[in-house]
């Protein structure tokens, strides 16, 4: 690990020569931006009594909270506060030192580009209440029972990332990016990622090993107001103190904008090892297989696609959603050697005034280990 540190200096060294060489001196009164966004939002759930008991049934507040500062044209530095279901967190906490723009550095804390969902995922900037399953932390229903989505946004970490733009002309780009970060935890005992562990007050790696990832995305335009984009995004590592249990995070997404109407599709996937323990067949529900083994993986994926069209003041988005999850669980689950989860979701959002919009939505859930549920959204939601 020292070597990996020792590496990681010299880059950041070298990055912050070239970016210095670069920038003009710097101003003696930096350029400050201030700016956020607010989102109230009421759940309703009309159906089990179960179901509201263990989702976010009634109001809640989402606050984000950003300041960024522009030292010099390729030296800028963002830090952003979030308040939400989860407490008070250090959404952002970095440097960004810009050699061009098809090189730059961000050191800190960050979202790490994963996917297209997180570019957007300040509810500001999406018009439903909700996020995709995929990306869901804290707000589907049976959330306990599935640990959340395949990657709830936004997944905030600690580390490096190296990323870039190569333009072809006016309309068609390519961006990239590598990182490395501290990654998810869980105990060494663990059948899952702990994502409460992964948003804990201390934000210190668990095992002293990088997880690392990248995306790689294109963007090809066909007008003013027109483009399709297609990426692909990859994550892996351990996620347990011994560094025994390793995931594997893979996803693509594509994205076609005609003038101001959005098509969006994206698909993600997670391959988690787990602890099998001392005793196997005491843990778990299904075992052994044909060979006298148990496996020690499960694997989670999940999609959503949506059609996002505005009519004058008013935003209507369709949305299909799901989740799949395929292998051995605990004997204290309910869920089976595969469950599956579908979401149907139909809503609307009005343009009160500028930016500030009222969401409406609606939310049919399709269990195959449960009985189905609807859900209901009013929030009220805009950036400052």
């Not at 070298?14 to 939002?41: M, T």
């Not at 159906?47 to 049934?57: E, G, K, W």
């Not at 778990?284 to 059609?307: A, I």
């Not at 051995?328 to 919009?357: K, M």
Request: charged share 20%.
């Amino acid at each position: 690990m020292r070597s990996w540190a020792v590496c990681v200096g010299v880059v950041l060294a070298a990055a912050a020569r070239a970016a210095a060489q670069q920038a003009p001196a710097v101003s003696e009164q930096p350029l400050r931006n201030f700016a956020g966004s607010i989102q109230i939002d009421y759940m309703a759930v009309p159906t089990q009594d179960v179901a509201r008991r263990q989702a976010l049934d009634g109001a809640t507040l989402e606050l984000s909270m950003k300041m960024a500062m522009d030292f010099t044209q390729n030296v800028s530095a963002n830090v952003k506060v979030c308040y939400a279901c989860h407490g008070f967190e250090v959404g952002m906490a970095f440097f960004d030192l810009r050699v061009a723009d098809q090189l730059n550095f961000r050191v800190g804390r960050f979202t790490p580009s994963f996917g297209e969902f997180p570019l957007r995922h300040d509810p500001a900037n999406h018009r439903t209440s909700d996020k995709p399953l995929p990306y869901d932390m804290g707000r589907m229903l049976r959330l306990r029972e599935w640990n959340e989505g395949v990657l709830p946004a936004p997944w905030v970490d600690n580390g490096i990332e190296i990323d870039g733009t190569q333009f072809f002309g006016p309309l068609t780009q390519l961006d990239y990016a590598a990182y490395a970060i501290m990654g998810p935890k869980g105990n060494a005992d663990a059948l899952d990622i702990d994502f409460i562990q992964s948003r804990t007050a201390y934000y210190v790696d668990n095992n002293s090993r990088p997880t690392v990832g990248g995306r790689l995305a294109a963007t090809f335009g066909f007008g003013a107001a027109s483009s399709m984009s297609l990426g692909a995004s990859g994550m892996y590592g351990t996620y347990d103190p011994d560094n025994k249990l390793h995931f594997l995070v893979a996803g693509g997404d594509l994205v076609l904008r005609l003038d101001k109407v959005f098509w969006r599709a994206e698909y993600l996937l997670r391959r988690t090892q787990f602890a099998l323990g001392p005793d196997p067949a005491a843990a778990l529900r299904y075992g052994p297989g044909p060979n006298g083994t148990y496996d020690d993986y499960f694997v989670k994926d999940g999609f959503y696609t949506e059609l996002e069209a505005p009519a004058g003041r008013f935003d209507f988005v369709a949305r299909w959603d799901g989740l799949r999850r395929k292998g051995n669980v605990a004997v204290t689950s309910p869920l089976r050697s595969e469950s599956v989860l579908l979401r149907y979701t139909a809503a609307a959002t009005f343009r009160v005034y500028g930016a500030l919009r009222i969401k409406l939505s609606t939310e049919y859930y399709d269990f195959s280990d449960f009985d189905d549920e609807v859900v209901l959204h009013l929030g009220l939601a805009g950036p400052f």
